[in-house]
């Protein structure tokens, strides 16, 4: 067998990446769902919805906080900085083992905020904390996501992927092929949010973010290189 075949046969190996990004658009869900209804109607997973809170914020309506809002884009730059670094170490190598050093950095920092959640659930601390270090987990992964390079899977956002499903559809005179993943990824972060809210609502913020934890990780140990 030859170098590039084995090269080819180790990316391969684990679940592909469409599946992987389907997995975490769920922990989008949650990870939102924590923020904004647990941490005071912020979003560090959603940076859109962040800049349209942060106006509200400074507008002085009622629910929103300026500090919070701030906190998540900041720490979200921050994580996108790290990523950007992380793909110029490791993208030109492995994409299998980029993609899984990166997921499996997001469970540890989720997982690091389950554990304050669960040690100090009240405490202001605990508040900026989760703000800070989910914002910059979401940064990191959004980066590496935009440099793995695969079409319609962003894993936090859906306003070009709803826009293209639509516009690209038969009924907006396209081929509509690739409506099966827009729409899977639309479906996943509803999953996600719905999830995250139930949670949140009857188990507080350490269930959820252990849930996403969990599953980021799981995602780590299985994701392969391939598309």
Partial sequence: MSVQTEETAHE?????????????????GLIDAVSYLGLGHVFTANMTGNVVVLGFAAAGAPGF?????????VC????????????RWLGRGSRRRWARLTLATEAVLVGACAAV???????????????????FAMGLRNATVRKLG??????????????????????GGGSGHRSPRRSASVVAMAVGAWLGAWLVTDHGLGVPLLVAALLAGVLAVVASGRE
């Fill in 12 to 28: 391969s190996r684990g679940l592909r990446l469409v599946p992987v990004l389907l997995g975490l658009t769920v922990v989008s």
């Fill in 65 to 73: 906080s300026v500090p919070h809002t701030a906190t998540s884009l």
């Fill in 76 to 87: 979200f730059l921050l994580g996108a900085v790290a990523g950007g670094r992380t793909s």
């Fill in 117 to 135: 959640a669960f040690a100090a659930p009240h405490a202001t601390a605990t508040t900026y904390t989760l703000i800070a270090v989910t914002a």
């Fill in 150 to 171: 695969v079409p319609e899977l962003t894993t936090t956002v859906l306003t070009m992927t709803l826009t293209g499903l639509a516009s690209d559809s038969r009924a």
